[in-house]
């Protein structure tokens, strides 16, 4: 079993709607945990970091923690083409901060 | 604001040729990455330094070797090219502290023939 998991998808929502992505770990005692966008050919780019259970939201985007439950979920309200893209779900574990434990990602097709 | 800056971008090796991959940031970081991304298996870690003068192995270190040549620089070399290697290969470089997630470089591009 992988420690973090992702649907690949891919997942198509309508511009404007708004897109889920979800993300379940197994480490329990995992501390941090991070959202990446990989465009086509482009390298990962961090854009959302949370650590408490409860939301956090930055513009158009919501990160979602459950420590109970296991799982960390990123909300993109208002859907735009330019959303398009891989989004990568990453973990710190307790044991070792300086290593993230990756995803293998969710494609999003955001559709005009 | 360079970032993480790798070189080169695209490379083409014959089986059995050697090469070495560059990386340098201009932020910092203690901590520095290698890793490798592949279709269907996502980013996969080969290397990692978590300071000048020390380096440890990810999960995937076979046929590979790395030198963290100064806190800026980290390098990753293939001394004998496999078509397995045939690859993406992001560094990355990461702030201390466990709020702080990785910046990455644009990616090499190897292709191994």
């Known amino acids: 079993q992988k420690e973090v998991e992702q649907n690949s998808g891919p997942l198509s929502v309508p511009e404007g709607a708004i897109a889920s992505l979800n993300c379940t770990y197994s480490?329990?005692?995992?501390?941090?945990f991070f959202w990446y966008r990989q465009y086509s050919g482009k390298s990962p780019e961090l854009i959302m970091f949370?650590?408490s259970n409860g939301d956090k939201e930055d513009g158009r985007f919501t990160a979602q923690l459950n420590k109970a439950s296991q799982y960390v979920s990123l909300l993109i309200r208002d859907s735009q083409p330019s959303d398009s893209a891989t989004y990568l779900c990453?973990?710190?574990?307790?044991?070792?901060?300086?290593?993230?434990?990756w995803g293998l990602g969710t494609s999003l097709a955001v559709n005009p | 604001n360079a970032g993480v800056t790798q070189t080169p971008k695209f490379q083409v090796l014959k089986t059995g040729q050697s090469m070495t991959l560059q990386c340098a940031q201009d932020?910092?970081?203690?901590?520095m990455y290698w890793y490798r991304q592949d279709p269907g298996m996502g980013l996969r870690l080969i290397y990692y330094?978590?300071?000048?003068?020390?380096?440890d192995k990810g999960e995937v270190p076979n046929g590979y070797n790395v030198s963290r040549l100064n806190k800026r620089e980290f390098s990753l070399r293939l001394e004998s090219a496999a078509p397995s290697q045939t690859s993406v290969y992001f560094c990355?470089?990461?702030?201390?502290?466990?709020?702080?997630?990785?910046?990455f470089g644009s990616g090499t591009r190897l292709t191994v023939v």
């Open positions: 330094s978590a300071s000048e003068g020390t380096t």
């Open positions: 932020m910092n970081h203690n901590s």
């Open positions: 480490d329990r005692g995992s501390q941090s």
């Open positions: 990453a973990v710190a574990n307790a044991g070792n901060n300086r290593k993230l434990i």
């Open positions: 949370i650590y």
């Open positions: 990355a470089s990461r702030r201390d502290g466990g709020s702080y997630g990785y910046t």
